[in-house]
């Protein structure tokens, strides 16, 4: 199962599975179709995984020798774009570190302007929370119609693709 829902921020452990179960539970409970026998399998699920779908912004993705990478740096977790954009960024800092020498203070702005552009972009606009909680009955239908589509999936995964391996990048020595 996976289950997504919207709520403001809940103050909770982390570590605390009773606590994400329970969260669950409230959310989903006394909605109709099979939910209630759904929600039953929690107690006995040993792999619940449960996260929040929340992003901070941060104005700089380097600093001196410190470069972040990933979700750390532009977190465009869930939208299918995450782990394509963490593999570039990683051969992207490999190359401009290799390119420069080991300089940093030339290799880690050159990464970060090079992933501004291919990851930057992906940061405008997307919000996969919305789309898989909407917030409306008519984005609710539109999100369960494109879904369905498969004209839809397989245009999901064609950026998928074209994130994972974007044109343009150098092919660094060595
Ligand atoms: C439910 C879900 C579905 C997803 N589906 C997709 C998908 O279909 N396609 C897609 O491309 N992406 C998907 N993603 C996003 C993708 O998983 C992430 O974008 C990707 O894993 C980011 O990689 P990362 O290396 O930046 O971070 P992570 O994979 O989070 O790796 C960070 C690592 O650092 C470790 N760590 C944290 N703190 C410390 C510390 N202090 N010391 C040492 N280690 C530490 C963590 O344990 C973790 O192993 C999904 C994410 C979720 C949650």
Redesign the pocket.
């Known amino acids: 199962m996976f289950l997504v829902f919207s709520a403001p921020p809940v103050a909770h452990d982390w570590h605390d599975t009773n606590a994400h179960r329970a969260l669950v539970k409230k959310a989903f409970d006394g909605l109709p179709w099979r939910t209630a026998e759904l929600l039953a399998t929690l107690d006995g699920a040993r792999d619940l995984?449960f996260?929040s779908i929340s992003r901070v912004t941060v104005p700089r993705w380097t600093s001196g020798r410190v470069a972040l990478?990933?979700?750390?740096a532009w977190g465009v977790?869930?939208g299918?774009?995450?782990?394509?954009t963490?593999l570039v960024g990683a051969y992207v800092l490999a190359g401009e570190l290799a390119a420069a020498g080991g300089d940093h203070r030339v290799a880690l702005p050159a990464y970060e302007a090079r992933m501004r552009r291919c990851a930057g972009r992906w940061q405008k606009g997307a919000n996969p929370g919305q789309f898989l909680a909407p917030s409306t009955a008519t984005r609710l239908r539109l999100r369960n119609v494109m879904l369905r589509r498969s004209a839809v999936r397989r245009l999901l995964l064609a950026g998928?693709a074209s994130v994972a391996a974007p044109g343009g990048l150098p092919a660094y020595d060595g």
């Open positions: 995984y996260d990478l990933g979700d750390a977790t869930l299918g774009m995450g782990v394509g963490g998928t």
